[in-house]
């Protein structure tokens, strides 16, 4: 009968034949050694990745695809992260997934990790404050993120520098304001040092030269002890309404010629100095205000450490009916204390009596800040500090108060607009359990008791009916 059969069916079961045998054929395993060498050459040269999640969760969105062709420069990533096997590990793995999506389309993104305890010198030089702190560099520019770490808030950082050159950070000077080249403890020398280390350029003039370019400054006030002129104060308010950031550390407004300015920012700052009676029992001077109490949003998000705030005033505006404006109170201090109005420095020892007509309980707010959008997209930004001598050396070396400092300023100066990308849903993230008791212990005890015994029973099952045949 096989004869009968056509050559075309004779062939194919020749050939089938010599396939079921090919593997006893004396040049079998060096061919598969040749192909395993060939395949190893061609994934060595060759980079292949296929996004199979559902929904394409790995893939980055086309509004990250746009914000990485617009850096054709080398972007540099550096984390702080431990070696130890919990911690550091989770970050060095979370970070390394997310930067290899960007790296896939973006081959100029280099990737660096650092464990702070063989490098602690970097780490303080830096600021570091946590583990699994990144630094993004490109071009002379520094932004930090920290968790989460998401394609959003990382393309986020991107398009912040993206924007290119900043606009100068301009410090007013003439006006008894804390130099920048000044090294003294009455000086601002380490705040110009870290400004420069985070990429930011610092400028100090008495001419206030505003007017840099299409891009605004973002003027500083560091605490004038004469007030300004009046084409200075006029110069400050065309700054404002043109939508020019602003730092200002004030202890009066009056004092410093600045009236004006808080009547159109809806400032109201107190006669006033912030005591805290706690202090006594530490025979430390009322005046000398140690608080922990931050906003969970703008500048002090997730920041925790202890700050110190000498001769405070409160700032306070009130709500205001349409207001563009979104003020957020940064920090307050003088939690068992209140605002005296009668209270004088010189007078430390004495404890002034509370007088309800012209003070005011505590806690009290030392730091506030505001923001709004500009036409162009980007935020309006302006922060107060109610302590005049808060950017000098002697107390930015106390406690938290440089990395406040510095945390805030890059705040007012990084208004660039931000982007929202959709979050797409896991497909079955939700496991729908049964409310009844009664069915949830059926259902624990089946696969805690239930599964195992019923493995047991196949394989028993299986082994008996192989020894009975």
């Known amino acids: ?19 079921a045998g090919w593997w006893q054929h004396h ?6 050694l040749l192909i ?24 980055l969105s086309a509004a990250s695809n746009q914000v990485l062709q617009q850096l054709p420069s080398r972007i540099e990533v550096t984390a702080f992260c431990s070696n130890s096997p919990y911690k550091g590990r989770y970050f060095r793995k979370s970070i390394t997934a997310l930067i290899q999506r960007y790296q896939y389309l973006h081959p100029a993104i280099d990737l660096q990790f650092i464990d702070p305890s063989n490098a602690p010198a970097l780490a303080r030089q830096q600021q570091i404050q946590k583990e699994g702190e990144m630094i993004i ?37 003439g006006h ?29 003039s008495q001419a206030f030269e505003l007017g840099l370019g299409n891009k605004l400054p973002t003027l500083v006030l560091a605490g004038a002890m004469q007030p300004y002129t009046a084409t ?25 010629g600045l009236q004006t300015i808080a009547d159109t920012l809806g400032l109201q700052i107190s006669q006033g100095t912030v005591i805290d009676l706690t202090n006594r029992h530490f025979d430390i001077p009322l005046h000398a205000l140690s608080t922990q109490r931050y906003a969970s949003q703008g500048p002090t998000q997730d920041f925790s450490l202890r700050t110190f705030f000498d001769h405070a005033h409160a700032i306070h505006r009130p709500r ?7 003020v957020i109170p940064l920090v307050a201090g003088a939690e068992h204390g209140w605002v005296s109005h009668a209270y004088r420095s010189e007078h430390a020892g ?19 800040a505001m923001e709004k959008k500009r036409p162009s997209g980007e935020l309006q930004r302006i922060l107060v500090l109610g302590s005049r001598q808060f950017f000098t050396n002697a107390q930015l070396q106390r406690g938290g108060n440089l990395a406040l400092t510095m945390q805030s300023l890059q705040w007012v100066v990084n208004n660039q607009p931000s982007i929202s990308l959709p979050v797409t849903p896991l497909r079955d993230s939700v496991i729908a359990l049964p409310q009844q008791q009664l069915w949830l212990i059926l259902l624990f005890n089946s696969f805690q008791f239930g599964l195992p015994a019923l493995l047991l029973f196949a394989g028993w099952l299986s082994w008996r009916r192989k020894h009975r045949h």
């Open 320 to 326: 205001q009916y349409g207001d563009p404006w979104r």
């Open 176 to 204: 008894g304001e804390a130099e920048l080249d000044d090294t003294s403890a009455q000086g601002a020398s380490q705040l110009a040092a870290a400004l420069n280390n985070a990429g930011l350029q610092v400028r100090q």
């Open 1 to 19: 009968m096989a004869d009968l059969e056509p050559p075309y069916f004779q062939s194919k079961k020749h050939w089938r034949a010599v396939l």
């Open 232 to 256: 200075q104060v006029q110069a400050i308010q065309t700054h404002i309404t043109q939508g020019g950031n602003l730092v200002w550390l004030t202890d009066s407004a009056s004092k410093q």
């Open 137 to 173: 560099r490109y071009r002379g520019q520094e932004k930090r993120m920290y968790l989460p770490y998401t394609e959003e808030a990382f393309t986020n950082v991107l398009l912040q520098l993206q924007h290119g050159e900043r606009a100068p950070v301009l410090f007013a000077n």
């Open 27 to 32: 040049l079998a395993i060096p061919v598969l």
């Open 350 to 368: 004495t404890i002034p009596a509370f007088n309800a007509e012209t003070d005011i309980r505590g806690p009290a707010t030392i730091a506030l």
């Open 36 to 59: 395993t060498i060939l395949i190893g050459v061609v994934s060595w040269q060759f980079n292949l990745m296929a996004d199979t999640t559902h929904n394409h969760r790995n893939t």
